[in-house]
Structure formats: structure tokens, C-alpha cells
């Protein structure tokens, strides 16, 4: 055979794809991407609510153990602002504002939170309603409270005649006006009882 001759195979086209079917394969991308990336950003402003809320139950019940061991009364109060959880869509507050209290002044301090026992009202470390502050949740969620002043006795139990609710809320909560966010919820009872769980209908629901 002629050595010029060649297999008509040699120069056949290598398989790939046809640009219709990149186009297609894009769009599916695109579309796939458009539904993931809305519910990541919302799965994960849900886990910084949980995690601060979480955070805020966790400060509240090593306030309670504090003043039992050291036989303390605490007066907790709130700006008028940020109280009534008679509407849960406005009057919320920035935690700072709220229940972190590391950024103020002694005076300021007493102000927002003071506990004492027969002696002194001065604690080092001082007392707080949060164990950590200042962290990354801290900007992404906001509050408001049931009532503008609350007591605490030495076993944890008031003798206020309601319960103290903190609601919790990310800061993100309507960016899906069809599907907002839940607002979380504290409940410290007048017998000293500490719950979590997410408001409904003007009530603490348990998760």
C-alpha cells in the first residue's frame, strides 16, 4: 500500500461538547447557584442567632450560680427603648446596648447592672448578664426585653410579678420578606426557671 495513504481515522474530531450544551450546562449552574446561595445566607445567619441566643442563656444562668455563691441581689435594667415584646418587629436594639456591658464605665456599668450583698456593691471580675462579648455574632443579631427593670435575689428567683423575656432576633431577619427569620426568645421566670426557644404568638415556645 502506498505509504502516502493514511487512515482515515487518524484525523477523525475528539468527542467534546457542542456549544448548545455548554449554554445548557451554565444555565443549570446558574440556576442551582441563584436557590444555594440565598439558603446558605440564611442557614447561616440562623446558626448565629441560635449561637447568641444560646450565648445570652448560658451568661444569665452563671449570673444565677454567681449570686448564689456569693450571696448577692442583682437590679438588671433596660432602656425604655428597647422594651415590650408586645411587637416583635421593631425596638430591637444592638447587643451593646442590650446586655453586653464590658464597653462602659463603672458608673454606666451600675447603671445597666448592679448586684450587692451586705457589704459591697464592687466585684472584680465584675458581674455580667453575657460571658463573652465583642464577638463576631455580636454584630449580626439584635434585642429587645420584656419589661425595663428586673430583680434578682440570692437564689436566682425575683419578686417581680413577671418573668423576664430577651428577644433575639439577626439583623438579616427580612431579607426574605416571604420567609423572615424567626425571633429566638429567653424566658427567666420568677422562680428562677431559664428557658430558650423561638417567640410565637406573644409566647416563649420551647424549641
Not at 438588671?76 to 464597653?103: C, M, P, Q, R
Not at 427593670?149 to 428567683?157: H, I, K, Q, R, V
Not at 429566638?184 to 430558650?196: M, N, Q, V
Not at 410565637?200 to 424549641?207: A, H, Y
Amino acid at each position: 500500500m502506498h505509504s502516502g495513504i493514511m487512515n482515515n481515522n487518524q484525523f477523525s474530531p475528539a468527542p467534546g461538547f457542542s456549544l448548545l450544551e455548554v449554554l445548557i450546562a451554565a444555565a443549570i449552574v446558574m440556576i442551582s447557584a441563584s436557590w444555594a446561595i440565598p439558603q446558605y445566607r440564611r442557614q447561616f445567619a440562623l446558626n448565629q442567632l441560635d449561637q447568641y441566643t444560646q450565648k445570652i442563656e448560658s451568661g444569665l444562668f452563671s449570673l444565677r450560680a454567681r449570686q448564689s455563691t456569693e450571696g448577692t441581689s442583682c437590679e438588671i435594667n433596660f432602656a425604655a427603648h428597647y422594651v415590650g415584646t408586645d411587637n416583635s418587629k421593631d425596638g430591637f436594639g444592638a447587643v451593646e446596648n442590650v446586655v453586653e456591658l464590658g464597653h462602659l464605665s463603672k458608673d454606666d456599668r451600675a447603671r445597666r447592672l448592679q448586684c450587692c450583698d451586705t457589704t459591697q456593691c464592687e466585684w472584680n471580675p465584675p458581674y455580667r448578664l453575657i460571658n463573652m462579648e465583642k464577638t463576631g455574632l455580636s454584630k449580626n443579631v439584635e434585642i429587645k426585653v420584656s419589661q425595663q427593670a428586673y430583680s434578682l435575689s440570692p437564689p436566682g428567683t425575683s419578686t417581680d410579678g413577671n418573668a423576664l423575656v430577651l428577644l433575639v432576633r439577626s439583623t438579616s431577619w427580612n431579607e426574605d420578606p416571604q420567609r423572615p427569620l424567626p425571633v429566638r426568645c429567653i424566658k427567666l421566670s420568677t422562680s428562677g426557671h431559664l428557658h430558650s426557644g423561638t417567640w410565637e404568638d406573644t409566647r416563649c415556645r420551647r424549641r
